[in-house]
């Protein structure tokens, strides 16, 4: 009775050493160097930025959010993502209350963790850029700034506008969209042009990425068919009309293409959950940031095309259930 | 279940306001509530017209309850609140054109509010006329509340102004979501859920007495 040899416990007998938390911190723990790069670049004013948007969100889910549900990090990822698609020279309390947003009316509300429809990090983002549309827009100036001075007024009183003119410039996508000048493939790459904290240096956050995907903490189907349709649908149309439509290189590497695809697409809760579900997701993003920063109002759709395939998930899900071991196709049945 | 006691006639005034709030408890006139309610000046102008309607519909129909067969009963009271909306519109448009034009299409659809058409159906046709107009008067109450606080939240933090007066300084970063349709949503679904939040907080406390009175009922149910 007492043999350890015939032990009989309950399943499951296999079991991973991933937990939520684990996954969670070392996502965190991947986007430091993206997070890094974005200090290093933009200043002191990147990092309080960041650090707003991390306080509102763990703020939030530690005031409203399930018991203990702070420790598992995905409010900090949200924060940090969040962060990381703000402009430099945002005033920090909205940041703040991009945070708050981003968890409560994105996650709160919907239940928690593993509940959310939506991406809450890009919820959050899509409430600033509806609510403050021109401080959102704001991008300051990269070239002969002091690294230590503020790119904006960053510490406006809460709930008042900006009261300073920051030097501003315009992000490589608005320079193709509005001046039709294109911005140096190297410059993007590395990450030295105007834009997001986290929209610069793509090769970073490919790095990153990479990393995640390596350990399986994201489905790199996801970050694969984005590039593919991107590019496959910018060939395209860069051959029909090379002075019209950028090149592929150009659209894969400018805007928040790469920190969307690996980071915000790739969430495990608003993705599908089956591996051919994951390339329809993936395509159907790519085609609708071509759709939206060629023909759009705006320069940039990498958040509303995540968003709009965000609401998309569950009818994937449910169109692409494989079959169940050991049955028959209902056709071939009959 | 105890005989139906008749509620005294306070109560038919007072229900409106919280315990049956149409936009509230009933979820009654949400396309108002939702489209119309970016300023406090809309919201009111709204809610006039819908005191108006509703007040003017109550009274007729429960007048003339026992002469309209119930096969056109709904359709009577269509026709009965379409020709006070037609009056509203034009009082509205005479009165305070800006107004009416920002209300647009929505004073018209009065018609369809289900609030209107469900007092008829619920109360009038069945009630006194002192009854129906005191229950009109409650509902419109209600609905107005409603109405100026989420155009009170929406004014100041979208345009940072009440009644087009200037509350937040001259340095306020005006929400513009809360003035564009996202903004009506965010609204409602705040106040839905702070107003079940208190309501059920009050079931909670009130449990305990019912609780010990009979726990075993309870747990049938």
């Known amino acids: 009775m007492s043999d350890a040899r015939y032990l009989v416990t309950a399943s499951p007998h296999l079991r991973s050493r991933d937990s939520t938390p684990t996954i969670m911190w070392s996502v965190v723990g991947s986007l430091m160097p993206v997070a890094a790069f974005a200090v290093y670049y933009f200043g002191p004013s990147a990092l309080l930025v960041i650090l707003a948007s991390v306080v509102g969100a763990v703020g939030t889910e530690a005031a409203w959010g399930k018991k203990g549900a702070v420790r598992d990090g995905s409010a900090a990822i949200t924060g940090i993502l969040l962060g990381l698609c703000l402009p430099a020279g945002l005033p920090l309390w909205m940041a703040v209350l991009g945070g708050a947003f981003s968890i409560g009316f994105g996650k709160i509300v919907f239940g928690g963790l593993g509940q959310n429809i939506f991406n809450p990090a890009l919820l959050g983002r899509a409430f600033l850029q509806a609510a403050f549309p021109v401080a959102l827009t704001t991008w300051p100036a990269v070239e002969n700034v002091p690294w230590w001075s503020l790119r904006g007024d960053n510490f406006a009183l809460p709930l008042m506008g900006s009261r300073v003119d920051a030097v501003t410039t315009a992000t490589p996508l608005g320079l193709m969209k509005f001046e039709q000048v294109t911005t140096p493939i190297r410059d993007l790459a590395f990450g030295t042009t105007a834009g997001s904290l986290g929209e610069t240096g793509a090769v970073l956050i490919l790095l990153c990425g990479g990393y995640l995907a390596l350990n399986n903490y994201l489905n790199w189907r996801i970050p694969a068919s984005i590039f593919l349709s991107v590019a496959a649908f910018t060939t395209v149309l860069h051959l029909i009309d090379g002075a019209r439509y950028p090149t592929p290189q150009f659209m894969l590497l400018s805007g928040g293409l790469m920190l969307g695809a690996m980071y915000m697409a790739t969430d495990m809760v608003t993705s599908p959950t089956t591996n051919r579900g994951s390339w329809i997701f993936g395509v159907g993003i790519g085609f609708l940031v071509v759709l939206i920063r060629l023909w759009g109002g705006l320069a940039e759709g990498v958040m509303y095309a995540i968003l709009i395939m965000n609401a998309l998930v569950p009818f994937i899900n449910r169109a692409t259930q494989p079959r169940v071991f050991g049955t028959t196709r209902a056709k071939a049945a009959a | ?221």
């Open chain 2, 1 to 221: 279940m105890s005989p139906r006691k008749p509620t005294p006639p306070s109560q038919e005034l007072i229900k409106g306001v919280w315990r049956e709030n149409p936009v509230l408890v009933q979820l009654l006139g949400l396309c108002p509530a939702l489209a119309v309610t970016n300023s406090v000046a809309n919201s009111l102008a709204m809610s006039a017209a819908v005191l108006f309607v509703l007040v003017g519909s109550s009274l007729l129909v429960s007048t003339i309850k026992r002469i309209v067969p119930s096969d056109v009963r709904i359709s009577t009271y269509i026709l009965i609140i379409a020709t006070f909306v037609t009056i509203a519109d034009m009082i509205l448009e005479a009165s305070v054109p800006a107004v009416h034009k920002e209300l647009g299409a929505f004073v018209a659809l009065i018609v369809v509010n289900c609030i209107i058409l469900g007092r008829q159906e619920a109360f009038a046709s069945r009630n006194s006329v002192g009854r129906s107009l005191l229950d009109a008067v409650g509902m419109s109450i209600g609905f107005t509340l409603t109405m100026v606080l989420m155009g009170t939240v929406r004014e100041v933090l979208g345009n940072g102004t009440f009644l087009g007066i200037s509350v937040m300084g001259p340095h306020y970063e005006p929400w513009v979501i809360m003035i564009l349709p996202p903004g009506g949503f965010l609204t409602l679904g705040t106040i839905l859920l702070v107003f079940s939040w208190i309501k059920r907080r009050g079931e909670e406390r009130a449990k305990p007495a019912t609780a010990a009175a009979g726990p075993a009922v309870g747990k049938a149910a």
